[in-house]
């Protein structure tokens, strides 16, 4: 029998936000072709002082109703920007990933928040993607729109977040300068086995290439999910087949097992 997950009220995620309860962790994302590491995806979490780990589903939405989601964000945007930084110190070059909403893209100050972070950061624009999610319905599209456009023209990747849910459409595709389409994990596992499946990841996957965007895969669990993005040509897979999201000191030894993992033909045991 599941429980209930437990619901917080906006009064707990505000101190959570501002008592630095919140952590990233962190997702990889892998070239299909040759396993080679290409970046992670940030996945916020709370480490609640009395509940342990806390995943998102369980207080994004709450930020989300109650006003809070701008701050969270920038809380994570700012270490995920300091985390990159430490792995270019440290040798390893990759891309990092940030979610955001469109309710932080009509802050009109959060084009300049993200490119005052990169310059005290000292990433790279091209080092950092935005993964646009827009859980709710925006009856006015222009702020988000110029944001997101003056983003692009500073280099920063944008990645269309859960492509086939929500209210992702193809007018997003017609009005924003995409880099990236990442294919919700409903529609990429089984993929193989299952027609309705296999239809709509086929024909996202031929969106994104109509648009000369990079395609994700998430939500790919096994071997044959891992097959599948291979014979579909699929540019990178995120999911537990490659890796959960782990805190960031996890990633060099995930990194180091990965590369074996590679070599035996990925016949290692899948991540439980």
């Not at 897979?237 to 990194?255: E, N, S």
Request: charged fraction near 20%; charge should be negative.
């Amino acid at each position: 029998m599941h429980e209930t997950p437990r619901t917080y009220s906006p009064v707990a995620v505000c101190r959570a936000i501002a008592n630095g309860e919140l952590v990233n962790y962190y997702q990889p994302k892998v070239d299909v072709v040759t396993g080679a590491w290409h970046g992670v995806e940030t996945l916020v979490r709370w480490r609640h002082p009395n509940d342990g780990l806390v995943f998102p589903d369980q207080f994004i939405g709450v930020a989300e109703n109650h006003g809070l989601i701008d701050d969270l964000t920038r809380v994570v945007l700012v270490e995920a920007l300091a985390q990159a930084r430490r792995w270019h110190d440290s040798g390893l070059a990759l891309r990092v990933a940030v979610n955001v909403s469109m309710s932080n893209l009509i802050q009109l100050d959060f084009a300049d928040f993200v490119l005052d972070q990169l310059l005290q950061s000292g990433v790279a624009a091209q080092d950092l993607i935005l993964e646009v999610t827009e859980s709710r319905l925006m009856t006015d599209l222009r702020t988000p729109l110029d944001i997101l456009t003056r983003l692009r023209l500073k280099h920063i990747s944008l990645s269309i977040d859960d492509f086939g849910t929500g209210h992702s459409s193809l007018s997003q595709l017609r009005d924003i300068a995409f880099n990236e389409l990442k294919i919700d994990r409903g529609f990429v596992h089984n993929a193989s086995q299952d027609k309705t499946k296999y239809a709509i990841f086929t024909a996202s996957l031929g969106i994104a290439r109509q648009f000369a965007m990079k395609t994700v895969a998430e939500g790919v669990e096994d071997r044959a999910d891992w097959e599948f993005l291979r014979q579909q040509d699929c540019d990178l897979a995120q999911g537990y087949f490659v890796a959960k999201a782990m805190p960031a000191a996890d990633l060099p030894l995930w990194l180091a097992e990965w590369t074996a993992r590679c070599a035996a033909g990925l016949d290692a045991k899948t991540p439980v």
